[in-house]
């Protein structure tokens, strides 16, 4: 078999060729410090949680040393980060390329590599393949509830496959390169999204000791008024329906089928014809509404009898994905910790316990104004974060067939 990547781009056609890794990087052991040596500034210590999917990334709680404890060199721009100790078998081996934008000056921690390389870009990339993922297969000792260790030794006297040319390294980093470039500006899409829908979820709704919110739209104006939950919604207890599906709660997604997220807990199916019966517009309370809000569904099924199932008194009068924001708002969960105190999982939170709650709300139509808006918002999140599993997936399926 020859050793040649499975997809190259054009006009390459030689075998790539073994080398050792130590014949193109140099590793070199993190700083060992006591903690009379941190300081509130001074050196930055590079650890774990610095590699973040790949990427570098530093952080406000990050470590600093006094610059007079360094006794080892500086990690600098390019130099490969690699986790090489931890108490988490699978961060072994994770690894990212220094990107210091400023004359910060940083220092890896004990529990780190750092791998020097004339070609750092291709040498990252390509520990993102089968190769690396062989080695720490045998090249990492401990686990089970120990420290897991990457031995240094062994790292440096791998063989891998590289290209003898420096054309080609250099097209596959630019590559993987222009990739990650889009998924980061993916990825701050997203962020930018999220928190523009967590300002308006403040924004344009009244806060505590308000009747009206601060952002409306045109066409709106007086006081929002204030009603009992009990008024507003009743219980929906219907079973004998084993026809449907079975759906499960879920924190960010609201009632969703078992099979949808891979949920397949084992239950008698004799005992179906006493799950309760779920229609579209409909609200669950669940085992950890406590944490997460209310579940909302938007498709007929059953769930479990620990339930509760409830729905409008006056349909006509409310929309429900208006209320679908107000059930999972943190305002709302904050709201819940005063009657759910000492509550957690395995004991749902009660009708009872929920009707007596306040809410100020608006006219139906302004509901409608709002819970279109946000909908839109929720669109457009979900179109960016599929474009960005796409990316991610193109990335994978080039990183396993582009390496040796």
Known sequence: MKNVPDIRFKGFEDEWISVLFSNIAKISRGLTYSPSCINTKGVRVLRSSNIVEGNFCIFDNDIFVNEKSVNIPFAHNKDILITAANGSTNLVGKHCLINISNEEKFVHGGFMLIAKSSEPEFLHYSMFSDWYRRFLRVGTTGGNGAICNLNKTELAKNKIFVSKYKCEKTKLSNLFLNLDNNIKTLHKKIASLKQLKSACLISMFPQQGETVPRVRFKGFDGEWNEQKAEVIFRQFIEKNRPDLPVLSATQDRGMVTRKAIGYDIS?????????????????????????GGFAHSDIEGIASPAYTVFEFRDKNQHNDIFWKYIFSSKSFIKQLEKITYGIRDGRSISFDEFKDMKFIIPCVKEQHQIASYFRQLDIQISEQEKRLDKLKQIKAACLDKMFV
């Open 267 to 291: 239950h008698d199916k004799r005992n179906e014809c006493t799950y309760k019966h779920i229609l579209p517009g409909q609200f669950v309370i669940h085992l950890r509404s406590f944490q």
